[in-house]
Structure formats: structure tokens, C-alpha cells
């Protein structure tokens, strides 16, 4: 397997842009989680799925963010408007039992 | 709130040296505890993890302690080498679900040559 594949790695958008942030988790893994990080914050779990069910969206910081799995294999984060303080690197992870697999992650970048 | 801390937020370990990360958690109820480390640009990848029923687990040159009567956590590195240099990260699991899983703010390990 591939393992949890993002995309893009990298994205730069202007303030107001809609952004949205892609992930394929490992086939056959039934949790889902995004996660955020930066410098000051570190590591902070924004939403998980459990076979494609939002469980927990207690991270998600505000309404402009909202995570969707159609299917066992997508997800998207959408940031609508993003704002600068947005900036961060943008991780999804999945597992079927015990630890999370994470992809690479997707460095945005608001200007 | 309940948080997982880490003590030292840099190491720098010359190359052979044995390499101790240590974690504090603050939850009384958490049962899983996982080690990540992540490299520049990459994302966090499992190194070794224990339950909340055990106090050491073993791996390849990395052992994890528990000690649960005062919530500590440390990694062991044997033999550190430079490609260990990387930041650490330890998380706690909770609450029986797997979302729950809560991440340190990191170590940051140093290997000199």
C-alpha cells in the first residue's frame, strides 16, 4: 500500500480563497483523523471519522473549516474564507487498530 | 485541562550514546500510549507504542517505559545514530475510542557525528 496520501504538499492562496485539502487513507483502515500543526500549537487533532462518520469535530477552531468523507477512500478539509492565521501544516491519518498511519501533509500557506 | 507534556524540548546525544525522551501525562485514564517521530518535511511515523497493563515494551534499539503511580513516560534509544536526529513525539489514547489521541508538544533529538 501507498499510505495515506495528501494532497496537494504545498498550497498558497490569498486571504478570503477557498482552500481545500485532499486525503486518501490506507485501504481498509476505518478511522480517520486531520490534524493541524504549527510551531506554537504543535500537533492538534481537528476532526476525526469512523467509517466515514464525523465522531469528534471538537478541534475544528470555527465554522470556516468543515472535513467531509463521502467514501471509504476520500476525505477533504475545506477552509472557506482562509485567513493568515490558517498557515500551518494540514495532516491526515488513518488506522484500523491502535496507531495512526500519517500522510506527508500539506504545508498551506495564507498570504 | 488534561494535557500530555513533554520535559525537554531539545537533546543533543553524540552518536553512539544511549538517547532518553521523557513525556508526562496528566490523564489518570488514559490506556494507550504511542512514540512518533518526524522527520523534517515528513509526516509523524510510528515507532512503538505500549499499554496502560504493561510498564516496558521492546523494540529494535527502542524500549518504552510506563510508569503509571507517577504518569511518566519515557523512550529509550540505544546506540543512537544520525538518523535518529528527528522531533519525538509522545500521545496518549483515552477514553476508549481512537480519536482520542492526544499529542505532546515534542522533543527535538540532535545527533552529533
Known amino acids: 500500500d501507498a499510505g495515506v496520501i495528501q494532497s496537494p504538499r504545498h498550497e498558497v492562496t490569498e486571504m478570503g480563497q477557498e482552500v481545500t485539502l485532499r486525503c486518501k487513507p490506507i485501504?481498509?483502515?476505518?478511522?480517520l483523523f486531520w490534524y493541524r500543526q504549527t510551531m506554537m500549537r504543535g500537533l492538534e487533532l481537528l476532526i476525526y471519522?469512523?467509517?466515514?462518520?464525523?465522531?469528534?469535530d471538537s478541534g475544528m477552531p470555527e465554522d470556516r473549516f468543515s472535513a467531509k468523507m463521502p467514501n471509504a477512500s476520500f476525505s477533504t478539509l475545506k477552509i472557506q474564507p482562509s485567513e493568515p492565521r490558517d498557515s500551518a501544516v494540514y495532516f491526515c491519518?488513518?488506522?484500523?487498530?491502535?496507531?495512526?498511519?500519517f500522510g506527508q501533509g500539506t504545508r498551506l500557506t495564507v498570504v | 485541562g488534561e494535557s500530555v507534556g513533554l520535559h525537554l524540548p531539545t537533546l543533543s546525544v553524540q552518536e553512539g550514546d544511549n538517547s532518553i525522551i521523557n513525556c508526562a501525562y496528566s490523564?489518570?485514564?488514559?490506556?494507550?500510549f504511542i512514540w512518533y517521530k518526524q522527520e523534517s518535511g515528513k509526516g509523524p511515523q510510528f515507532i512503538i507504542d505500549?499499554?496502560?497493563?504493561?510498564d516496558k515494551r521492546q523494540g529494535q534499539r527502542v524500549t518504552v517505559l510506563l510508569n503509571k503511580t507517577v504518569k511518566h513516560l519515557s523512550l529509550q534509544i540505544a546506540a543512537t545514530q544520525p538518523g535518529d536526529s528527528a522531533v519525538y513525539f509522545c500521545?496518549?489514547?483515552?477514553?476508549?475510542?481512537?480519536?482520542?489521541?492526544?499529542f505532546g508538544k515534542g522533543t527535538k533529538l540532535s545527533v552529533k557525528p
Open positions: 491519518a488513518s488506522s484500523l487498530a491502535g496507531y495512526a498511519f
Open positions: 485501504s481498509g483502515h476505518d478511522y
Open positions: 471519522f469512523n467509517n466515514n462518520v464525523p465522531i469528534d
Open positions: 490523564n489518570s485514564a488514559s490506556d494507550y
Open positions: 505500549i499499554r496502560s497493563n504493561m
Open positions: 500521545a496518549e489514547n483515552y477514553g476508549g475510542s481512537q480519536g482520542n489521541l492526544i
